[in-house]
């Protein structure tokens, strides 16, 4: 399809990315992320946003690309520091909204690109060394202005006073000129643009405190001579820088499994050219078909059948499993996984969005970008607020102006700076994420980060029943014997049939005869939804035998709580087999777990009462329902909500869609689940379903640590304004408590992103 025709051209070094084969590698389309009835031509583009410091900020960005033509929506989160952008590709290219930030101050990349790290990494030593120039004029500052503090007035002669003076002015250019240059040349673009932002507040209070103490330098006998505020100036300017470098490594580590996973990837791999020798080429031009070869260490850049060699490989990320797995000839690896011990070869049959990595990658994305509804009104808030400071501000400087104009500036400034709207913003989203990190590396992506407010407040979980609490496969119970049969002879007589059918029942007798010697059956024919015959060579003579139903084998009746297979010869019959469901092991623990959370715990299932009755008596749950269609389920689901239940579902994510989507939170488990498609709020990567009870504690530690957050946003901004405006709180100090207030809510929130081994005893 040709390009849109109509605007500017894009930038050169972005015109690349509207190439399809480069914009597949951090876009998707819309019907892939599960959108219903999506249009077609629609994309939905992952971004990395730099420069963003404040909620004010991501409202800013979301206006400027939301205004480009065929750009349809545009989700900003300022605590990931990632935009969503869904798109038309018949309207516009991904270079044409990217270039929508260029000259405002914030520069948009995608996830994938090589060079986002680098960027980080400069920016990180350019702030490094602002700090660093801020602390050392900040210490020299401090020296200079200590003896006007340890003397009376009168003590020091005025021309050394003035010379002093002086001193810190020269000082203080370096951090004016080079340490102020992020919030200066943020609030001139803020100014230009008309827009309000974090920075816009802060870089008044800077050029205000520097201008009067200027004054005040340059006329001692003018009307800021009195006093000069250089020691305030740069001890703020060096507690906001300190405190906007660590909140932005606290942010990174918050937000750390999913930087781990989309990193997971190799640059290059060594692909088998048409020669046959092995050319190191880059992962993007890796196909299906194509023979690679992965060096221990290395990772795999795409889905496979391992050709030759066996290694053990790292899923962790991928599929919850913790330890390394051992993987040969035949079987397959996964992107995203690690080789750690032999090179391999092998045949690539996913790759790109086909990936499981790529759709676990999507979910992942998809949940740092969402805002619970308590980030979204803060991030309205966030504009009106910052409007709110500078009127106050305004005001206090009137009302001060008469008694003392240097004093009614200062304490301008102190409003200026000690009133933030980032600890408020990031009280929710930095608590969500790190809880989303947390999760996710113990195999549950969390598909919405306001899933994880509705947990908490659950009082019900329903677990759908096979697939989920059992596994899709049977146990041998016991066995009942003819006079005179060994049980060996009776297992080995039955797998000799059984391995002619795909039943079920069928595998289990197969896996229950185990190291028996294997016997030859001939003449082998299946009655579908019968069983099985066939002649054999048994006790020195050929016999007809039969495994399967009652009936089939001509046998009477039996009760039981499971299937039941039989088995009979020339004389009748010889065996009964008696199965149950195989029950995941740690599905009475998780069960228990619930229950010691005060939760009420059902079973749903689609089989008949008396198993689901049976399986329901084995964990202990509260009510077991058996004989459910999905509609059923949907059915029971909305009775209990009806009686005011809360309720969370648990089911495998293939044919309960309808009952997962109306619970209020759920869960689709086991590997089997099709990520792409789930319409689950938590997708359980493993088979541990003591993942659902330490997801509800998570949970509640993270409703916790938010409404936390979210006190002490309110009690120190309800506490420092008035202590601004009585004149109380000098400017560097007021710097120093807009620094601590965004440090408490991170760190608060990091201790989320910890703490979650126990819950896997």
């Known amino acids: 399809m040709a390009a849109p025709q109509g605007g500017d051209a894009p930038p050169a070094g972005l015109s690349l990315l509207d190439e399809r084969d480069e914009w597949l590698a951090f876009s998707r389309r819309v019907a892939e992320a599960g959108a219903a ?97 801020a602390g050392l004029c900040m210490m020299q500052v401090m020296m200079y202005a200590a003896p006007s503090y340890f003397t009376a007035p009168g003590e020091i002669e005025p021309d050394l006073i003035h010379l002093l003076r002086w001193a810190q002015w020269v000082l203080s250019l370096p951090v004016l000129l080079f340490s102020c240059q992020p919030f200066l040349s943020g609030a001139w673009r803020d100014a230009r643009a008309r827009r309000v932002s974090m920075d816009l507040p802060v870089a008044l209070g800077m050029l205000i405190t520097f201008a009067v103490s200027s004054l005040g330098t340059f006329e001692p006998a003018g009307p800021f001579g009195h006093e000069v505020y250089f020691d305030s100036f740069t001890m703020f300017v060096f507690f906001l820088l300190a405190g906007r470098w660590l909140e932005l490594r606290l942010r990174d580590r918050a937000a750390g499994a999913l930087e781990a996973l989309m990193h997971r990837l190799p640059d290059s791999v060594q692909r088998r050219d048409a020669g046959g020798a092995w050319q190191r080429v880059s992962a993007r031009r890796v196909r299906v078909g194509d023979v ?102 305004g005001l206090a400087c009137l009302w001060w102006w008469p008694r003392d104009p240097g004093q009614a500036l200062m304490v301008a400034v102190a409003i200026l700076v000690v009133t933030c709207p980032c600890a408020l913003s990031l009280a929710t989203p930095a608590a969500m994420l790190a809880s989303a990190g947390a999760l996710a590396r113990r195999g549950i992506l969390v598909r919405r980060l306001q899933a994880v407010e509705a947990l908490a407040g659950v009082d019900t979980v329903v677990f759908d029943k096979t697939g989920t609490l059992t596994r899709d496969a ?22 000799a049939l059984a391995r002619h059918s795909l039943h079920p029942v069928s595998r289990a007798v197969v896996t229950a005869a185990g190291d028996v010697a294997p016997l030859d059956a001939s003449q082998v024919h299946e009655v579908v939804g019968q069983g099985v015959a066939g002649e054999m060579a048994w006790g020195g003579q050929l016999r007809s035998l039969r495994l399967g139903s009652h009936a089939f084998c001509g046998v009477p009746a039996v009760a039981a709580a499971g299937p039941v297979s039989h088995l009979s010869d020339g004389r009748g019959w010889l065996a009964s087999f008696f199965f149950l469901e195989d029950i995941r092991a740690d599905a009475p623990a998780a069960v228990a777990a619930l229950h010691q959370q005060g939760l009420r715990v059902q079973l749903v299932s689609g089989d008949d009462a008396r198993t689901a009755a049976q399986v329901g008596g084995q964990l202990g749950v509260d009510a077991a329902l058996g004989g459910c269609s999905p509609a059923d389920k949907l059915e029971h689901l909305r009775a209990l ?18 009952v997962l989507a109306a619970a209020q939170v759920s ?95």
Not at 100 to 124: C, E, K, N, W
Not at 358 to 376: D, F, G, T
């Open 292 to 393: 690679l070869r992965v060096l221990p260490g290395e990772g795999f850049v795409a889905d496979g059948t391992i050709l030759s060699g066996q290694t053990t490989v790292d899923e962790a990320l991928l599929t919850g499993e913790s330890r390394p797995v051992a993987r040969s000839r035949g079987e397959t690896v996964i992107a995203g996984s690690h080789n750690l011990s032999q090179p391999v070869e092998l045949r690539v049959s996913q790759v790109g969005a086909g990936t499981r990595y790529a759709q676990v990658v999507a979910l992942m994305e998809q949940a740092a970008i969402s805002k619970p509804r308590i980030a979204q009104l803060a991030d309205r808030l966030a504009t009106p607020f910052l409007l709110f400071v500078l009127a106050a501000a």
């Open 641 to 658: 909500q009806g009686q005011g239940a809360r309720t969370a579902m648990v089911g495998d994510g293939l044919n309960d869609g309808p």
């Open 667 to 761: 869960f689709a488990f086991g590997r089997a689940v099709p990520l792409a498609q789930a319409q689950s709020d938590f997708v359980v990567l493993g088979e541990r379903l003591r993942a659902v009870p330490a997801a509800r504690r998570q949970a509640l530690r993270t409703v916790a640590v938010v409404k936390q957050n979210l006190t002490w946003a309110m009690v120190y901004n309800a506490a420092a304004v008035p202590m601004a405006m009585a004149g109380w709180m000098p400017a560097w100090a007021a710097g120093l408590g807009m620094a601590t207030s965004s440090l408490v809510v991170v760190l608060n929130a990091l201790r989320l992103s910890r703490g979650m081994d126990g819950e896997w005893a």
């Open 474 to 495: 049977f146990v041998l119970q016991r066995v009942l014997l003819r006079e005179g049969v060994a049980q060996a002879d009776a297992l080995a007589l039955a797998a």
């Open 37 to 133: 009835a999506a249009p077609e031509g629609c994309w939905e583009s992952s971004v990395a946003v730099e420069g963003m410091h404040c909620a004010a900020c991501a409202g800013t960005i979301e206006r400027l690309i939301g205004a480009v033509p065929g750009v349809r929506e545009v989700q900003v989160s300022a605590a990931a520091q990632r935009a969503r952008v869904l798109w038309d590709e018949r309207a516009t290219r991904p270079s044409r909204w990217l270039a929508a930030l260029q000259g405002s101050g914030y520069r948009a990349v995608p996830v994938h690109d090589l060079q986002a790290a680098v960027q980080r990494q400069a920016d990180t030593r350019r702030m490094l060394w602002r700090l660093g120039v």
